[in-house]
Nanobody, 115 residues
Framework: QVQLVESGGGLVQAGGSLRLSCAASGSIFSINTMGWYRQAPGKQRELVATITSTGSTNYADSVKGRFTISRDNAKKTVYLQMNSLKPADTAVYYC?????????WGQGTQVTVSS
C-alpha cells in the first residue's frame, strides 16, 4: 500500500508565499512523474505543475513565474513553492505521483489566499 501525505497548506494574504510538501511511503519500487493539482469550489481539478524523474517541469500558464515544483528522490518527496499568491489560487491542492507505475493521490491540503 502506498500513501501520499501532504503538508504546508494554510491561510495567507495576497502576495504571500507558501510551500507545500508531499511525501510518499509504503512499498515503493519506483516513482516517475510527480505533480500538483488543485480544485477550487465548483470547478474541476486542474493541473498546476509536474516534474518528471529526470527533472523536466511543466506548469499551468496561470502559475508560471510564481510557482516552482521540485523533488527529492531520496526522500520520495515533491514540493511546490508558491510565491506572489493571489485569491484565485485558493483551492484544495492535491499531489499526484506515478508510484510503481500506478497513479496515486494525496488527501489534499487547503490553500486559502485572502485579498
Amino acid at each position: 500500500q502506498v500513501q501520499l501525505v501532504e503538508s504546508g497548506g494554510g491561510l495567507v494574504q495576497a502576495g504571500g508565499s507558501l510551500r507545500l510538501s508531499c511525501a510518499a511511503s509504503g512499498s515503493i519500487f519506483s516513482i516517475n512523474t510527480m505533480g500538483w493539482y488543485r480544485q477550487a469550489p465548483g470547478k474541476q481539478r486542474e493541473l498546476v505543475a509536474t516534474i518528471t524523474s529526470t527533472g523536466s517541469t511543466n506548469y499551468a500558464d496561470s502559475v508560471k513565474g510564481r510557482f516552482t515544483i521540485s523533488r527529492d528522490n531520496a526522500k520520495k518527496t515533491v514540493y511546490l513553492q508558491m510565491n506572489s499568491l493571489k485569491p484565485a489560487d485558493t483551492a484544495v491542492y492535491y499531489c499526484n505521483m506515478i508510484v510503481n507505475w500506478r497513479s496515486s493521490w494525496g488527501q489534499g491540503t487547503q490553500v486559502t489566499v485572502s485579498s
